[in-house]
């Protein structure tokens, strides 16, 4: 991949796995933005790899896209964004980081055990989750959601 300042949209696709029509639609909502060179080319930015390469991870990560416009929103216009600049994203997107990595250790530790989904399918529901006691909280699997549980 050339390493110029600025990207055609087919760089940008196979550096950052998106297809060109994801990238098309990242650029109608705002994520990105094309710039036109003196020869009116559309290019991008070679920054804007980071930032579709935060978007997708904000995705997987559950964020929703309008949490990831109004994050990206925040990024100056024109120019690549510094190492603070980022930081305070990952200082405001924090905590949601620290409940995702909290439910999956749950997960990890509850996996084999009772989950308290109200299956009642396995001998440990009968012990930690009589009668789906669990469900009286609400919906879901109560004990990897945060409930306590075994
Ligand atoms: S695993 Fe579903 S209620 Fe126990």
């Not at 925040?74 to 909290?102: C, F, M, N, Y």
């Not at 997960?107 to 440990?124: A, H, N």
Request: charged content about 25%.
């Amino acid at each position: 991949m050339p390493s110029d300042r600025t990207l055609s949209i087919g760089d940008l696709a196979s550096r950052t796995g998106l297809s060109v029509s994801a990238i098309r639609f990242y650029e109608s909502r705002g994520l990105v933005r094309a710039i036109r060179t003196g020869g009116n080319q559309r290019r991008f930015l070679r920054s804007d790899i980071r930032r579709l390469s935060f978007a997708l991870i904000a995705q997987q990560l559950g964020l929703t896209l309008g949490q990831i416009e109004a994050e990206l929103a925040t990024l100056p216009e024109g120019r690549a964004p510094t190492r603070a600049d980022w930081q305070r994203i990952s200082e405001r997107i924090g905590g949601v980081l620290d409940q995702k990595i909290a439910m999956l250790e749950r997960m990890r530790k509850k996996l084999d055990g009772c989950i308290g989904c109200g299956c009642l399918s396995l001998e440990t529901c009968a012990l930690y989750n009589p009668e789906d006691r669990a469900g009286r909280a609400g919906p879901g699997p109560r004990f990897v959601i945060g409930d306590e549980g075994p």
